[in-house]
């Protein structure tokens, strides 16, 4: 039997596939693009292709478009999933788990492997990887370049937690001649700030911190994270997959 | 609906704003004076002795908000924005109809509106003593219950008498005990109802207009639900999660959080808000020499965020998570409450201090978040307990 997990978030779809020793059989992670329908169906094609089924295979969606995969056995919010799929992948089952969507951010507070808190920010895209990107976009450069950027800067802050006011914020910036990596620095610095104040308001006593979602394969968000929280936060490249696992592993307890 | 699972009566409480629609406007064509209330703070008793008919109009929808941000701010309580808006519009015929409305001062936002609203419809304002420790509070209010008194007598030229404040002390004592009975059918495990219809049965009280016929209603309402109960009939799977709502006022959210709550495997069977327990589970001293004083002695007993220090919350809150045997408590906030919002750092601590999780969510009217709502209850809920 084979345990699949499919995480369909705002931006990207990722997909992993469990054998019942938990080892992975295949890994797999798609634009979201326009949507949410057709992404699922293209991953149930490929999913085919490779002889995964629903005859050898239990399905398990999560993520914002967990509700589009008509044939998941079951559905479970992305919250639990990543903090499942986080003590899995970082062999911790008590920790608290950082994960930067592009719709929204959370913090969630695991104990024995189970989530007892979590914290989501609020209906406005402050502090998501959306953030991130549209200000990257009003930079001209990607997001990893925004990152490299980043390091060398310093000095700017954005003051607006609004995107739209952060947005003009950035090119009041430009125009005044400020260099792309304060701009890109001021940008970063903002959103672990919002992180920051968002990990305050969760009653975790937690000593070891892990990153999942996209951000993950940033090192320098990973470091200016660890500054700002005093602590250093662990991560991996597969962080990415940390819902997709979770969901993977759901699957497992489907009767 | 899920009222076609339960007995006879639910759906005539679910349809009281707008059958009460009509009862309101032959009230007035009749002569009667008809009173416009925002808060639990309001003592009704006075307004029923002086014989006026009691609604409140705690706006619940967002479709004035848009009308009410010309004066106000948008950066408001949409309860307050709601409300002033069905005001300025007439779009609510109970605002329309009344004759006086009466407010506190409450939250800053609800005292503010009211100087505007008073600019184009007749309010009467009281001052609310805001911190209960004190030992001159009490006479304070009681002042205030005296001045609302010869108001009313002076605007309406009535007679308010001991003896008629005593008749609706009565009255209102007996509703409020079979609101707390139906409210402790919440007990039950599973409970009788879902929390959704619970609500829906209060909130149409509030449209009555005649207490013995709402009385009488809502003990048949109970005893039928407690003989389908004995019967056998379990409208709540018993694998529901038991959780307590509690927070600023939920009329205008309820489809948005509480049936997103019962529709993914929990059922609310506390709400510890002004449309729950809080403003019901004191009663008034019937035996009482000085009925105002024992009138003022309740409603200062209401544990409303707007109270500082708010001691009456934090002494009745775990009470109720043992009594209604409680799995999580979900807390819900109106954008821009401060009051609540600040509060919850502290119910946060006693929540978690029972060993139970606890869940904010900030809203408003507009449906703009149901998407994220429903990921947050539905992960709120796939919690598991910690042994
Ligand atoms: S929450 Fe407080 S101020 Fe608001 S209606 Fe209730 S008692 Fe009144
Ligand atoms: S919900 Fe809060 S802000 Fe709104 S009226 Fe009530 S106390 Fe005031």
């Known amino acids: 039997m084979y345990y699949t997990g499919i995480d369909i978030g705002s931006t990207s779809a990722k997909v992993i596939v469990l054998d019942g020793s938990n080892d992975v ?44 995969v008509p044939y998941a056995d079951k559905t479970i919010t992305e919250i ?6 986080a003590a899995f992948l970082y062999e911790d089952d008590t920790c608290t788990v950082i994960d930067i969507g592009g719709q929204d951010t959370k913090i969630i507070s695991i104990m024995k492997g189970q989530v007892i808190d979590f914290i989501m920010n609020d209906k406005c895209s402050a502090g998501t990887g959306r953030f991130l990107e549209i200000m990257a976009s009003t930079l001209g450069v990607g997001l990893s370049e925004l990152c490299n950027l980043a390091r060398s800067g310093s000095g700017v802050s954005i003051s607006s937690m609004c995107t739209v006011f952060a947005e003009s914020e950035v090119v009041s910036l430009i125009g005044s001649g400020h260099s792309k990596e304060d701009i890109a620095y001021g940008i970063v610095d903002s959103i672990t700030n919002k992180v920051k104040s ?3 308001k969760l009653s975790a006593d937690n000593t070891r911190i892990y990153l999942t979602g996209g951000l993950c394969e940033s090192d320098y968000i990973i470091e200016s994270l660890s500054d700002k929280l005093g602590i250093r936060i662990l991560s991996n490249r597969n962080g990415r997959y940390a819902g997709a696992l979770g969901a993977a592993l759901s699957a497992k307890s489907i009767k | 609906m ?45 307004l029923d002795a002086a014989g006026l008919y009691t609604v409140g109009l705690c706006g619940m929808s967002e479709e004035t908000i848009i009308d009410a941000e010309a004066d106000l701010p948008r950066n408001l309580c949409p309860l307050i924005k709601s409300s002033y808006g069905f005001a300025l519009t007439e779009k609510c015929p109970y605002t329309y109809f009344s004759d006086i409305i009466i407010g506190e001062t409450t939250c800053d936002g609800k005292k503010k509106m009211y100087e505007l609203l008073g600019e184009f419809k007749d309010t009467y304002i009281m001052q609310l003593p805001q911190g209960i420790d004190r030992e001159y509070t009490l006479g304070m209010w009681e002042k205030e219950l005296h001045l609302l008194i010869k108001e009313l007598e002076k605007r309406f030229g009535v007679e308010i008498t001991d003896e008629k404040l005593k008749k609706a002390v009565l009255k209102r004592n007996l509703q409020r005990s079979l609101y707390n009975e139906l409210f402790e059918l919440g007990k039950l495990d599973p409970p009788p ?14 449209f009555s207009f005649d207490l013995e016929e709402n009385c009488s209603k809502l003990r048949e309402l109970i005893d039928n639900t407690k003989e389908a109960y004995q019967r056998g009939n379990r409208p709540v799977s018993k694998d529901s999660k038991r959780i307590l709502v509690t927070g600023c006022p939920i009329g205008g959210v309820l489809d948005k959080v509480v049936n997103t709550i019962e529709s993914s495997g929990g059922v609310v069977v506390c709400f510890e808000n002004c449309g729950g327990v809080k403003p019901v589970r004191h009663l008034v001293d019937e035996g009482a020499q000085d009925i105002v004083k024992a009138i003022a002695e309740r409603y200062l007993k209401i544990g409303c965020s707007v109270m500082s220090p708010n001691i009456q919350r934090m002494q009745m809150l775990p009470e109720l998570l043992k009594e209604f045997r409680v799995d999580g408590v979900m807390e819900i906030v109106l954008q821009a409450c401060h009051t609540y919002s600040v509060e919850k750092r502290e119910i946060k601590k006693i929540v978690n201090g029972a060993g139970l999780p606890y869940m904010a969510i900030e809203t408003d009217y507009s449906k703009s978040d149901i998407g994220q709502i429903k990921t947050r209850i539905s992960a709120f809920l796939e919690m598991e307990p910690l042994e």
Request: glycine residues 14%; positive net charge.
């Open chain 1, 198 to 200: 968002l990990c305050g």
């Open chain 2, 2 to 46: 899920s009222f076609l699972d339960l007995p006879g009566r639910f759906d005539e409480f679910a349809d009281a704003r707008r059958q009460g629609f009509l009862k309101v406007k032959q009230i007035k064509e009749k002569g009667g004076k008809v009173a416009g209330i925002f808060c639990t703070f309001t003592p009704t008793e006075i």
């Open chain 1, 80 to 85: 639990t999933c990543h903090g499942k799929g």
């Open chain 2, 193 to 206: 109802l879902k929390g959704f219809d619970m609500y829906k049965v209060i909130e149409g009280s509030g």
């Open chain 1, 25 to 68: 059989i295949c890994r797999n992670v798609m634009p979201t693009g326009w949507s949410s329908v057709d992404t699922a169906e293209k991953i149930r094609r490929e999913l085919a292709e490779a002889g995964i089924n629903s005859e050898c295979s239990k399905f398990v969606a999560t993520g914002y478009g967990r509700i589009s």
